[in-house]
């Protein structure tokens, strides 16, 4: 027994939930453990068997704690740890996930007359089905110009906390009605540790339109619809807690579940991505980082206000306390390598990357290497799973352009590869262009470990990119805000110092392809502008749709 | 032994030759060979090893002797037809397929000192590298008014003699010098068998710019390149033959390789495309004939000169004498079905093909059809071969727009089946709009057998598919030609009363789907509208180009 003190994060992402225990005094991780959702993602059907409309994406809360059963006490007996040791827990969940609760927190879901009813589920960041309540909320909201608005770049997300609450006032006003609290899975989180609701400033901000201490107001609210004039006070309003501060100490039932003792020091909520910020050192003004998986979430902190169009938000408080945290995202970004890679890379080059042994990623990233760049003639758009930044448009999609019958998989991946890189390049320039200027380009998630993708990225953006240490950012970074929460560090700046850490120009612009590239996102800039603004996308989607109601009909 | 009358026609493709027996009094085919040519399409390296640069296209013209010499042979043993039965034989090429020859026809390819000489070999219909040499014939001849211009639809082809040949002046002099005729194959095959050079209208007009009995000036020519001056008299004139007309009898040589006797009636050469009308009953005003197969050629008569945009060509007695045949046509259809299948089509859906027991190709149509029109919210550009018309522009490319993370296979190879529809209907509107309306919609090619993209057509036509009866219909054309060579009828289309033959109505629309597609198609002309004027599509292949040369040097 060693008498090291120690915390532990746990990431909640979007497939599975990861608790890492982590060295106080230095920031080592000691161990980790993740554990998959029993019930995945829903995207076409309820555990009772009810189907889905397109777009929807749900979750079964539960689930988020069979990840904390599943992991800690694991993760204590193999290390040998004695629980008293752990002086602190923190996590951070994706979002906007959020779900209605009654007063005790109970999800709807759970209770039996509503486990047929979709919107008594989490919605899940990705449930895209309520760009049409977007709509109307930012068609009003710049009608009456609304202070907050350019707050978020001039448009909220069909993701956030009002669409959502929208859309489930208006398709099922019942359980609309029964619901107490419209609380996000990073605060219900906190709640089932803790045993009392603590609402974060961050998911606050940034998806809940929390901006100068005030919310949106009832007649705004009234206008959207007389039935939604009461939404922040009978269903949002709840004091706020800042980050890094302890949200209370480890309940019971929470005791029982992780099996640290009761009492433990529990940090406020958190998102994946803003919580990642200290674990990469990234606590001075335009550090970015870039949490690039299945979607890319941008954060970064300048110590002023700035108004960047198309951003997700900006919050003052809502990465570190005292600055200014700005929030910009990409919606797909590993997703579409994913889903190309899975259903598009035809039987010849499946059997030679067997052949090869290597996945069919890596085969892909290989061969791609060895073309030149520009050589595959294409540009693609990355809107598969449509535009968080700068657009802020779920209906837009994928577009490529440039195909001949020469045309070969590897291509196509590389294109999407790039596309990708040409959308960071456009929320950098965004920022660069608003008097918040990115310094800093660090890159954490899983897709830091494909060589290929950092490499382009570094090409496209002609600036070197730098590494988080941590494979496991988002936890760490959840036990970074555990330790300030138990009191071992003043703050999370301090705290960041020692436990945080990256690695400085892990990769440099291939000079002689940077010129290329600078062609190519010329391209990619001008499809950006015409299809972000005409109509095309929104047409094909409407007809989409129709045809798939028609089907179910 | 019968007693009945035989003609053979011969229909020199893109891979391969097809023969076919055929009886005169009523159009049987007997029996059919087909012969695949030794080199293909070489578009990577001569035989010699030299590599050839992008867009490059080219053929080896004794491959086509070997077609005659291993089909007609074989026809006539396993028939048991003696070779005095055979009153006529036909042929028919794909176009504009054009060689360099000596005075005596013989190919300058054939000679050692050029084996390893791109430029001395065929220059296939798809060799597309001739392009910036068709920009300038094209903005010539606007800029000095060329009388002929709006006969080719107001662009000639990058496809075309001329094109071809100032590409070949330009890159390889020596050869252009060397060369005494500029010989389409379709001729050049006829002199092999008859042992005398004889030049068809079909070619002259559609790919050599004769028209109204002459060819472009000396002094149009000089400009374009003053060692160009010279090309029509040096390189090109020559007595014009009629189509059905006789172009001499088969010579000893021809009557050796054929296994015919020397004497029987060869038919003046043609166009696989348009000596399908006769086959299909296409010969009076207003039915077009769709010869659908790696492209779509498309051809139609009518009694009066029409100027319509962006068409191939109108020539008189082009298709039938004395009347104005109409050829339009798209670069890439079944070529970009069969790119899609055999390189973007993952290990899920090959593996539920080889269990259901089916090629993907009628996998796909399957999982296709079962989608209701318009669910896949996709559409796309049918240029990854370019466009012929209406844009005549091969620096063109594919475009897919609307995908999501949602999309499969199926739902893309669709889209790119009713992209070649939309091209098609493009096509259509385009004669509707210019004083010449579509009739009949009569299909040919290898896609008739393609009942999914069959019924596509019919409902994004929004009329009736008519069905050629022969499968194969260009060689059955040619045997027609050559019933008409040989005197057993008065003229083509007496003998393609008899000889030739549809299925009406083989396809009707659903009526369903109309209005979805006309939504569809709504969207592919505002693409086809920007990305045909825009300069997206010639920057990315200006790029690739670059890109290419660079690492070639």
Not at 98 to 125: I, M, S
Not at 356 to 362: E, F, R, V
């Amino acid at each position: 027994m060693n008498e090291q003190t120690y915390t532990i994060g746990v990431d909640f992402g979007t497939l599975s939930g990861r608790a890492v225990l982590v060295q106080v005094e230095n920031g080592h991780e000691i161990n980790s453990k993740v554990y998959e959702y029993p019930h995945g993602v829903l995207e076409n059907r309820l555990p009772t068997g009810e189907s889905l409309p397109p777009d929807w994406a749900l979750q079964v809360p539960n689930d988020y704690l069979e990840v904390l059963k599943n992991t800690i006490p694991v993760l204590l007996e193999e290390s040998g740890i004695d629980p008293g040791q752990v002086v602190g827990i923190g996590t951070d969940f994706t979002a906007c996930t959020v779900l209605p609760v009654l007063k005790d927190g109970t999800p709807l879901c759970n209770l039996k007359e509503f486990e047929n009813r979709p919107h008594a589920f989490v919605k899940l960041w990705k449930h895209h089905s309520a760009q049409s309540h977007a709509d109307r909320i930012n068609a009003l909201a710049l009608e009456s110009n609304e202070r907050w608005l350019d707050r978020y770049g001039g448009k909220i997300s069909s993701e956030w906390q009002f669409a959502k609450a929208l859309q489930l006032l208006e398709e099922d006003p019942e359980i609309y009605k029964k619901m107490d609290h419209w609380v996000e899975a990073a605060d219900w989180i906190i709640w089932q540790l803790t045993g009392a609701y603590s609402k974060n400033i961050c998911t606050a901000g940034y998806k809940a339109i929390f901006q100068d201490n005030m919310y949106p107001t009832k007649e705004y609210l009234e206008r959207l619809n007389p039935l939604f004039k009461n939404f922040v006070t009978e269903k949002v309003d709840w004091p706020i807690a800042q980050l890094g501060s302890k949200a209370g100490g480890l309940s019971k039932f929470g005791g029982e579940i992780t099996g640290l003792n009761p009492g433990t020091a529990v940090a406020v909520g958190n998102v994946d991505a803003h919580v990642t910020a200290p674990a990469a050192n990234a606590t001075k003004a335009g550090q970015l980082v870039a949490i690039m998986g299945t979607s890319t979430c941008v954060v970064m902190v300048h110590d002023h206000l700035a108004i960047v169009p198309g951003m997700c938000g900006v919050v003052e408080g809502g990465i570190t306390p005292s600055t200014w945290g700005y929030e910009a995202g990409q919606s797909g970004v590993g997703d579409i390598f994913g889903w190309f890679v899975n259903n598009f890379v035809g039987e010849e080059l499946i059997q030679k990357s067997h052949k090869a042994g290597q996945d069919l990623h890596s085969y892909l990233s290989e061969l791609a290497e060895k073309k030149p760049a520009g050589s595959h003639g294409l540009v693609a758009l990355d809107w598969e799973s449509g535009n968080r930044s700068t657009l802020v448009d779920h209906s837009l999609s994928g577009l490529i352009v440039g195909m001949t019958l020469a045309t070969k998989p590897e291509d196509v991946y590389a294109a999407l590869v790039e596309s990708t890189a040409f959308g960071m390049r456009t929320i950098i320039e965004a920022f660069d262009s608003s008097g918040v200027p990115v310094v800093d380009f660090i890159a954490a998630g899983g897709l830091i470990k494909n060589k290929y993708v950092m490499q382009i990225y570094a090409n496209i953006l002609n600036r070197p990119i730098h590494i988080i240490k941590s494979e496991q950012g988002p936890a760490l970074g959840s036990a970074i805000h555990a330790a300030v929460a138990a009191g071992e560090y003043s703050d999370i700046i301090a705290a960041s110092e020692i436990m945080g850490g990256i690695m400085r120009d892990a990769y440099l612009p291939q000079l002689e392809t940077v010129e290329i590239y600078n062609q190519l996102f010329h391209q990619y800039s001008k499809l950006y502008k015409s299809f972000g603004q005409g109509d095309v996308m929104h047409a094909l989607r409407k007809i989409r749709d129709i045809a798939l109601i028609e089907k179910v009909n």
